[in-house]
């Protein structure tokens, strides 16, 4: 019931969420940035990549999508509207913003390489929008709100450093865990929602850059992540208006994070 209270309430207020996260990436992101090009005296923590282990934290901010892909008989319908008319709907999918956060686990591998274990909880809300080619009525969108446990194990490349810098590549895989995945939506309970399944595996890659301060280190990251399974999952046969027209789902983000450590 917690979980389904916050997911609810991320919805409710999701543009606020968004704006203020941005806000707040923007002005943490460009402060130690900003101070690091005004005044570097020597290396700052200059014995940190000796360390076995590092520990730290994140905040992101993801633009996230559904990758569709239509199914058969949405093709047999769209034939056949085509020959002797018929009506069908045409699914599009569309880019919310969403958010995250979690910790850091970053143990030595050797000079240049790190493994890394980020555990975290992102709050998603991605949509599909549901159009009938030549009726008068409004689109139909479908809002699929998640609450995921994300475990990204991700390998770190790392230039070498340059004073208080240093550029870095990772990759690796995501699993994820929806906490709330088949339910219905609640503010419609008699109308079909599209549902997805409860497990979810992602690739991940991207790029950052280490920034060396006096008692931390300050890392913006852009990460790409996309998902390897299908996450569709097909409803009962007599609520099939909007399931039947979708073969495959699979999740993708892009990420805006920030690290500390």
Do not use: C, W
């Not at 002797?84 to 969403?98: I, R």
């Not at 240093?166 to 079909?192: A, H, Q």
């Not at 609520?239 to 450590?261: K, P």
């Amino acid at each position: 019931m917690a979980f389904s209270h916050i997911r609810h309430q991320f919805y409710l207020h999701r543009q606020k969420i968004t704006f203020i996260g941005l806000l707040a990436l923007l002005l943490f992101g460009a402060n130690p940035v900003a101070q690091a090009q005004k005044k570097i005296k020597g290396e700052n923590k200059p014995g940190y990549d000796d360390k076995p282990v590092h520990y730290g934290f994140y905040l992101a901010l993801p633009a996230t999508r559904f990758t569709l892909q239509h199914s058969q008989l949405y093709a047999d319908l769209l034939a056949q509207a085509d020959t002797s008319g018929g009506n069908y709907l045409v699914a599009n999918t569309k880019t919310d913003f969403g958010l995250y956060t979690g910790l850091v686990l970053n143990v030595r591998l050797a000079e240049y390489l790190d493994a890394r274990f980020v555990p975290g909880v992102g709050f998603y809300n991605r949509s599909i929008v549901f159009t009938s080619p030549g009726s008068e009525s409004n689109d139909d969108v479908q809002h699929i709100s998640s609450t995921v446990v994300e475990l990204p194990f991700l390998l770190k490349y790392k230039a070498k450093r340059r004073g208080n810098f240093r550029m870095y590549f990772v990759g690796g895989l995501k699993p994820g865990i929806d906490l709330g995945s088949g339910k219905n939506n609640p503010e419609d309970p008699d109308t079909e929602q599209l549902r997805i399944t409860k497990y979810d595996l992602a690739i991940e890659y991207g790029v950052g850059l280490d920034i060396f301060y006096p008692y931390f280190k300050f890392a913006p990251e852009l990460r790409f992540s996309h998902g390897l399974l299908n996450v569709h999952q097909p409803v009962d046969e007599e609520l099939q208006v909007y399931s039947r027209s979708i073969e495959r789902l699979s999740t993708n983000n892009v990420s805006l994070i920030l690290f500390f450590e």
